[in-house]
């Protein structure tokens, strides 16, 4: 228990630059709040990065659903636009 207040702790201190008695005299609720919030931002900020490389990378999602449909009709001798995608490099996705 001590060691996860410590971890808490550090946290705050470390990213958020709050003191040692202000984290330590906060509300349990208050800190895991804190905590969640801190660890949502670097989810959105890492997604961000992801996106902004893939697209300098010049990829593109393809949900696998849309992909499978795209085969399909590739199957019944149908033509799919390959201005959808071209020239982009595919990378596929489980959305």
Same mark, same amino acid.
């Given at each position: 228990? /001590?060691?996860? +207040?410590?971890?808490?702790?550090?946290?705050?201190? !470390?990213?958020? %630059?709050? %003191? !040692? @008695? #202000? *984290?330590?005299?906060?509300?349990?609720? !208050?800190?895991?709040? +804190?905590?969640? /919030?801190? &660890? #949502?931002? +670097?989810?959105?900020?890492? #997604? &961000? /990065?992801?996106?902004? @490389?893939?697209?300098?990378?010049?990829?593109?999602?393809?949900?696998?659903?849309?992909?499978?449909? @795209?085969? #399909?009709? %590739?199957?019944?001798?149908?033509? *799919? @636009?390959?201005? *959808? !995608? &071209?020239?982009?490099?595919?990378?596929?996705?489980?959305?």
């Amino acid at each position: 228990m /001590r060691e996860e +207040f410590l971890e808490e702790a550090f946290l705050l201190q !470390y990213h958020l %630059n709050m %003191n !040692y @008695s #202000d *984290v330590r005299s906060m509300p349990l609720p !208050y800190r895991r709040w +804190f905590i969640k /919030r801190l &660890a #949502d931002e +670097f989810k959105k900020q890492s #997604d &961000a /990065r992801k996106k902004a @490389s893939d697209e300098r990378q010049g990829l593109v999602d393809i949900p696998m659903g849309d992909m499978s449909l @795209s085969q #399909d009709s %590739n199957q019944q001798g149908e033509r *799919v @636009s390959s201005q *959808v !995608y &071209a020239p982009r490099t595919t990378k596929f996705s489980n959305d």
